[in-house]
């Protein structure tokens, strides 16, 4: 092998890109030619230089933070793009549900509902006296509160997303 | 042989962290890119020779980690598939650029003019700014990334040989180039 095939090849036996032939063919001439044998070993050394030089590039000051902004932007702005786009699905479907008849039991449950609660308040400003009227509604407020804290302290820590997700 | 750049960046990694990400976790999209972004930054400065430009590439590169996070179905194969984010995202980036030579920006150049006691480290990454775009990029595809002629080639949308290629002559024009630094 000559020098100019040698030098040609010296890159890619570096990079293990020779097949076995190749490889052994520079090898030897490697070994009997001093100059070709000096410009491998000052590519083996250019290597070590680049990635030490590049590992010694240095990170601007702050870099971690403005990444940290950008994705925060663009977790709101996908939260919108969410919100917008459901308000109008909503919009979209609403007419529709005009012709669902579960919509309109619904609709009638709670009329149902309100009718009767009417009847038992006529029912309990006649009999029942007005202080324990209000004290009954008092303690349904409190019960109420209480069972709303109660639930959030049991749930305190769970983690949703992992659950759902 | 040494252990090349991306190999020293993912030494150590906890792919428990992986998982979070995919669950939603703040915390751990935090801690990624407090361990990422320095080697993330680096790589893409290599390859773009541009402080903004650098900066700009690495917030593309966690925004597209972001995005697509929830796609990754093997936590083991997040280091490659970082790299090669990273890579496209550079190689992007150099596509839209003019394609002459770098010009020497302000960065580093200076530092590395006004410094009375100059750095082998400082040289080299002079050195590699001279470089033209192609044989500087193919150069840091294979010394930083580790990645095969092969790769490189169908990365790079050329011939094989064109990558043996630049690969020498980038090698040869940067021992040039620190042989005339020496006085």
Redesign the interface.
């Known amino acids: 092998m000559e020098c100019g095939e040698c030098l040609e090849n010296i890159s890619a036996l570096i990079d293990g890109e020779l097949n076995g032939f190749e490889q052994k063919q520079v090898e030897n001439h490697l070994l009997a030619c001093g100059r070709c044998k000096a410009v491998a070993n000052q590519f083996r050394l250019l290597n070590f230089g680049i990635v030490h030089a590049v590992e010694n590039i240095p990170a601007p000051s702050g870099l971690e933070e403005r990444i940290l902004l950008s994705i925060g932007l663009e977790r709101q702005k996908a939260k919108k793009q969410f919100s917008l786009t459901s308000l109008f699905l909503i919009l979209l479907v609403s007419p529709l549900l005009i012709f669902s008849s579960l919509i309109w039991r619904f609709v009638y449950l709670v009329y149902s509902t309100g009718t009767i609660l009417g009847r038992a308040e006529s029912v309990l400003l006649r009999f029942v006296p007005p202080a324990t009227s209000w004290a009954i509604g008092i303690m349904a407020f409190f019960l109420i509160v209480g069972g709303v804290l109660l639930v959030r302290r049991l749930l305190k820590g769970f983690q949703f997303n992992e659950v759902f997700s | 042989m040494?252990?090349?750049?991306w190999e020293?960046a993912v030494t150590g990694f906890d792919f428990g962290l992986i998982k979070k990400l995919?669950?939603?976790?703040e915390q751990a999209?935090?801690v990624l890119?407090?361990s990422y972004?320095?080697y993330v930054?680096?790589?893409a400065?290599?390859l773009l020779q541009d402080?903004n430009e650098a900066?700009d590439a690495?917030?593309e590169v966690?925004?597209k980690i972001?995005?697509s996070i929830g796609q990754l179905s093997n936590p083991y194969a997040f280091q490659s598939w970082l790299k090669q984010i990273i890579t496209h995202t550079c190689l992007d980036r150099l596509k839209k650029q003019h394609p002459t030579p770098t010009a020497d920006s302000e960065l580093d150049r200076a530092a590395v003019e006004t410094s009375q006691n100059l750095?082998?480290?400082?040289i080299?990454?002079d050195a590699?700014q001279r470089l033209s775009t192609e044989y500087r990029e193919t150069?840091?595809l294979?010394?930083?990334q580790g990645y095969?002629?092969q790769e490189i080639a169908e990365m790079s949308g050329v011939p094989v040989g064109t990558v043996?290629s630049r690969?020498?002559t980038a090698?040869m024009q940067?021992?040039k180039m620190?042989s005339d630094e020496r006085p």
Request: charged share 20%; hydrophobic share 40%.
């Open positions: 040494w252990a090349r750049g020293n995919q669950a939603g976790n999209f935090t890119v407090q972004a320095p930054y680096r790589t400065f290599a402080k900066e690495s917030q966690f925004l972001y995005r750095d082998q480290h400082l080299i990454q590699l150069l840091i294979r010394e930083w095969s002629y043996k690969i020498h090698r940067l021992a620190l």
